[in-house]
């Protein structure tokens, strides 16, 4: 496992103040796909690569494609994949999610992304989650406000936070899925997809 690496990555974002995932909520994650037997994940959401190269390193088996908007933040994931030797099983693209298209089925679609279109990622690609599949929501606990609104301090987080409370419950109560929420790191959805009768 890359070990270093990881750390270095997870230092710079810290630094740079490029938002990744917790330590705990990660763990967790990364056991989930191991324990779970995952070999395929989509993942919006690329930042610099930390959360896609945690996972593959812990799982020889497992293969990602992951989405990422920002070039900057791309271009660094890139190298970071090339470094971590890589370049085999994560796969990075830069594009919207919100436009981006592909045939290709999987396991898990891990949602990492802007938070604002949790929504519509998962209907865009619902088509692309196999029939037993899962999707993982990382931040919907989003710093408390889900839960406690009266803790937002400004204004223009409101419309974020509410926007984030819909898609929980959205999730929570979708007929299509076994939804858990499960309040560890910043707050994870597991939802799996309820099996079809007959």
């Known amino acids: ?64 494609i992951t989405l990422e908007i920002d070039e900057e ?3 660094l994931a890139k190298e970071n994949i090339k470094l971590a030797n890589l370049e085999e099983r994560i796969t990075a693209i830069f594009t919207d999610a919100r436009e981006y ?22 209907e865009r690609y619902l088509k692309n989650l196999k029939e037993d599949g899962i999707i993982i929501v990382d931040n919907v606990y989003f710093h408390g406000y889900i839960d406690n609104p009266d803790l937002i301090k400004k204004k223009r987080l409101r419309p974020l936070v509410e926007k984030l409370a819909k898609f929980r419950k959205y999730m929570l109560n979708h007929p299509s899925f076994e939804s858990e929420y499960i309040k560890i790191g910043d707050g994870l959805l597991i939802c799996k997809r309820r099996k079809k009768d007959g």
Not at 3 to 17: G, M, N, P, S, Y
Not at 25 to 34: A, D, Q, W
Not at 110 to 117: R, V, W, Y
């Open 73 to 75: 933040r791309y271009n």
């Open 101 to 122: 298209d592909l045939n290709d089925k999987f396991d898990v679609l891990f949602l990492d992304g802007p938070k604002a279109h949790n929504q519509e990622f998962v």
């Open 1 to 64: 496992m890359n070990k270093e690496l990881i750390e270095t990555i997870k230092q710079k974002a810290l630094l740079d103040k490029i938002p990744i995932m917790e330590d705990e909520g990660l763990n967790y994650v990364i056991n989930y796909l191991k324990d779970n037997n995952i070999e395929s994940l989509l993942e919006v959401g690329t930042a610099i690569g930390y959360s896609s190269i945690c996972f593959a390193s812990s799982n020889p088996k497992l293969k990602i």
